[in-house]
């Protein structure tokens, strides 16, 4: 008897494991996001009957969401601003979708997300002053949406930052200066919007960046000195502004490029310590491969 009472027992918390449930409010929250975003034309669609655990994209770990990943995925519509209930949310793929309307500023809630990837969408309006407030995010991207305003000053305060990727938007003003305190930063991309002023000093302490895109905007004044520090950038675009002077690339110290482009009227320039036989001129675009 007792062994048939183990077994039973045994087998009811197996059940309970398999089939544990995440909290009512986070099921709303994904059952909002799939309603807002026409989750029936999906093309890997939820079934709302099964257990969350079994939905496409959706990662749970200890009861709790904890990634959304629904690349390309034929989603239209908004964002709901019930995603902000989803607080244990560590990363967040919308990429290349359809997705319309605003970011909903529920979105800086997640206090746990490192990745958020909105890119290749129909995205408007602007990316909230609170958006400083994921200081666990690592990867930023939106790049090819219809994003309009300032780019937040507050993006500085996200020091484990890697990548931050605003690309192909409508971003004016000036590149704030606190972008120079994302001492993690390896590719900041910016290539493609109305952006102006001359490029922050700042920016040259990066001295992590590998990528840096700041090709056709409208910036302008010398190219900063500081830009000397920068030794690991491999891939360095900023041709199509309005730049006065390009003297401070002579004082590069990087040895290599593998892509590198400026606006080439200053045929005075000597790039004495930068072996160009491996490096490739190229457009700047953007791609995002499926993992």
Excluded at 70 to 85: A, D, Q, T, V, Y
Excluded at 224 to 235: D, G, I, R, W, Y
Aim: with cysteine; proline share 2%.
């Amino acid at each position: 008897m007792k062994k048939l009472y183990y077994l039973s027992f045994g087998l009811l918390f197996l059940t309970t494991v398999c089939f544990a449930e995440i909290s009512k409010k986070e099921k709303k929250a994904l059952v909002d996001l799939y309603t807002t975003t026409n989750g029936k034309h999906w093309v890997k669609k939820w079934d709302l009957n099964t257990p969350v655990s079994q939905w496409y994209g959706v990662t749970i770990e200890d009861n709790k969401v904890v990634e959304i990943n629904l690349f390309h995925n034929n989603l239209m519509g908004s964002i709901s601003s019930e995603i902000g209930k989803l607080e244990h949310l560590k990363v967040l793929n919308l990429a290349f979708n359809s997705l319309t309307g605003t970011l909903p500023l529920e979105i800086v809630n997640l206090s746990n997300l490192k990745v958020l990837k909105l890119e290749m969408n129909r995205l408007n309006g602007e990316i909230p002053n609170e958006i400083g407030n994921l200081n666990q995010l690592v990867e930023l991207s939106a790049f090819n949406n219809f994003l309009t305003g300032k780019i937040p000053a507050t993006v500085g305060n996200l020091k484990g930052l890697k990548v931050l990727n605003l690309s192909s938007n409508d971003f004016y003003g000036d590149i704030p200066a606190s972008l120079g305190q994302l001492s993690q930063l390896e590719t900041l991309g910016l290539f493609e919007n109305n952006l102006e002023g001359a490029i922050p000093k700042d920016i040259g302490r990066l001295s992590n960046l590998k990528e840096l895109v700041l090709a056709n905007n409208r910036l302008d004044g010398d190219i900063p000195n500081e830009f000397a520090q920068l030794a690991s950038l491999e891939v360095f675009q900023i041709q199509n502004n309005n730049f006065s002077s390009f003297k401070a690339l002579e004082f590069l110290e990087t040895k290599e490029y593998l892509v590198f482009d400026y606006d080439k009227d200053d045929r005075k320039l000597e790039f004495k310590d930068i072996n160009f036989k491996k490096t490739r001129m190229a457009e700047t675009k953007f791609e995002d491969i499926e993992e």
